[in-house]
């Protein structure tokens, strides 16, 4: 029982701040979208490498997610100095994750983090710059027509459905995942257990070796972040690294990368982040020595009620409950032998981000367009020619997919 209520109790501190994300997520999904960013990315200088860095502030794209924007805007003219920055910045952290950091974190911790992943994106993007000048050449699409690309339903609907539907499909699973592993740690490791090694350079080094290969969610890891610090003993930067270097990357966006960017590239973009990480947490511990969790929420631990917490958990139990009836006992496949479409289907697809760009990819072909796209299934059904399917199998293993044979 102990061990549900501390999952309870997590709920109850999370799911405020996790509620306002999702609809600021809306907002901002309506607000910003994907060919919006791509205008401002062809540019070679450091204008475009500081507003890739900006714009991947607030979008919440987790490593997966940004996996398919960032093949789009490369596809698309972004040159590859914008691309890493806009690849470094962007899964660190998001307008959810923002608020989830101010409500479990702190205000000084939910500043801290958006800054250093505005920077480190700069830092990365202008490494590649100056050390790797070979650039490929911007493919020629054509622009979407009205009838491809319009979203559909109200502005109201578009961001309900993205912030508490799509988007939570999306981090569902880790942020669950995330939940209970806070909760063990709290339940089974005794306070500052590991406070003899959980400071200084060595705490920074066991938690990079924990994040580089693994996928963690940025919103998600905030909970482990949490018991981390609290029962771990593991100093405030120490949690910085383990929050910037595992949203930040993960082997599937090392092997796009490879491809999309190079060799030379990727391994900026690796160095770049472990070493922006390090500093940063070496520099967090240095401005705030001695700061724990407690003393950065005490100015705004009691902003939020808790009957508003309650209320807020059980919303959010029940947003995350149709969340895994989508993923997981939902589907829109359709009876193939009735279709005259082509009929292809997709390895890889890990979230909804996934499934928007390869429909503006394919959508954006002559011709072509998507009828069906099932994040479950993989299966994508499409109105084309016959002769068009090697190009649109092209479209899609270019943004880091493959197709099943």
């Not at 890739?52 to 987790?62: E, H, K």
């Amino acid at each position: 029982m102990d061990f549900l209520f501390k999952i309870w109790s997590l709920l109850i501190e999370i799911s405020p701040f996790l509620l306002f994300g999702f609809l600021f997520s809306g907002i901002l999904s309506v607000a910003l979208s994907v060919e919006t960013v791509a205008k401002y990315l062809g540019g070679k200088g450091i204008k475009s490498i500081f507003l890739a860095s900006l714009f991947g502030i607030p979008l919440p794209l987790c490593s997966c997610g940004v996996i398919p924007v960032f093949s789009y805007l490369k596809k698309h003219g972004a040159s590859k100095a914008s691309t890493t920055s806009f690849l470094t910045s962007t899964p660190q952290t998001g307008i959810d994750s923002i608020m989830v950091t101010y409500g479990l974190l702190g205000p000084v911790f939910a500043i801290y983090r958006p800054v250093i992943a505005f920077i480190s994106g700069i830092i990365g993007g202008t490494l590649v710059s100056v050390l790797d000048k070979e650039e490929s050449l911007k493919e020629d699409f054509s622009s979407c027509s009205d009838d491809c690309c319009d979203e559909e339903g109200s502005v109201i609907w578009r961001i309900f459905d993205y912030g508490f539907i799509k988007l939570a499909q999306d981090i569902a699973q880790p942020l669950i995942i995330g939940i209970v592993v806070a909760a063990l740690i709290f339940f089974f490791i005794p306070p500052n257990y590991f406070q003899s090694i959980g400071t200084g350079i060595i705490g920074m080094l066991i938690m990079l070796v924990l994040g580089l290969p693994s996928y963690i969610c940025a919103t998600a890891s905030i909970p482990m972040a949490l018991a981390l610090h609290v029962q771990g003993g593991f100093s405030m930067g120490s949690l910085m690294v383990f929050l910037m270097c595992g949203p930040a990357t993960n082997i599937a966006t090392i092997s796009v990368s490879l491809k999309q960017i190079g060799k030379k590239s990727t391994l900026i973009y690796i160095a770049s982040i472990v070493l922006c990480s390090i500093l940063s947490g070496l520099l967090f511990d240095v401005m705030f020595p001695g700061l724990t969790i407690q003393d950065s929420l005490s100015s705004s631990s009691h902003m939020i009620p808790h009957s508003v917490g309650v209320l807020s958990a059980w919303a959010l139990v029940i947003i995350l409950l149709n969340s895994i009836r989508l993923n997981y006992f939902s589907s829109s496949i359709k009876n193939i032998e009735q279709s005259s479409n082509a009929v292809l289907f997709i390895k890889g697809m890990k979230c909804n981000s996934c499934v928007s760009s390869i429909k503006k990819t394919v959508n954006q072909l002559p011709g072509i367009k998507v009828v069906d796209l099932d994040l479950k299934s993989g299966r994508i059904e499409v109105d084309c020619n016959s002769e068009d399917l090697p190009l649109i199998k092209k479209s899609i293993i270019d943004l880091g997919f493959e197709i099943a044979e």
